[in-house]
């Protein structure tokens, strides 16, 4: 594995452009080429862009290391709560991308949801995007989605780094801010 995010020359591909840039970069670019991909009404799926984001983190793909990256941000957005009516948006996906960069970046054996539970998820929580719902928003207003997309997974590979060089969120930033602002219990 090849972890670009270290600084090593090159950094990670920017798609469909021959060209490399950091992995934040790389990760906002490549998700709105993902979004762009599957067109309108078509958004991609969660494991689609954990896929993007391991790989874009240098894992190699069919591997797995990539099976267990992804597997890892598939379990944390088990633990995000939901609402059947909430009164925003928030990029939630902020949270399993947190997971799988860390098993990215530190091999199938860690302990994801450990991390999560100390420390990494308020870190992660405090890089969301709140926002008023879709059909709220001006019609002057481009939706972003893929943007939005980039953001989440690029927030989430920040999350981990900010969380291993020891910055800590604010306690339940999740359970006492984000889920009150999205309905969620």
Do not use: I, K
Not at 65 to 78: F, I, P, Q, S, Y
Not at 143 to 149: D, N, Q
Not at 156 to 166: D, F, K, N, S, V
Request: charged share 20%.
């Amino acid at each position: 594995m090849s972890d670009s995010s270290d600084g090593e020359p090159g950094g990670a591909e920017l798609l469909g452009t021959g060209r490399r840039a950091g992995v934040y970069a790389s990760l906002l670019w490549n998700a709105v080429r993902l979004v762009r991909f599957h067109g309108a009404g078509d958004a991609p799926s969660l494991t689609e862009a954990l896929v993007l984001l391991a790989v874009t983190c240098g894992v190699t793909p069919g591997s797995d290391h990539l099976d267990a990256a992804v597997r890892a941000g598939l379990t944390e957005e088990r633990r995000v709560p939901t609402s059947l009516e909430p009164v925003a948006e928030a990029t939630t996906w902020v949270l399993p991308a947190a997971a799988c960069a860390l098993a990215s970046r530190r091999g199938p054996d860690v302990d994801t949801a450990e991390a999560m539970d100390h420390g990494l998820r308020d870190v992660a929580a405090s890089l969301m995007v709140v926002r008023v719902p879709v059909g709220a928003v001006p019609a002057t207003e481009p939706p972003g989605e893929g943007l939005l997309l980039g953001h989440a997974l690029a927030a989430g590979w920040l999350a981990t780094q900010l969380w291993e060089a020891g910055v800590v969120g604010v306690p339940e930033t999740l359970e006492r801010t984000v889920a009150a602002v999205v309905g969620a219990p």
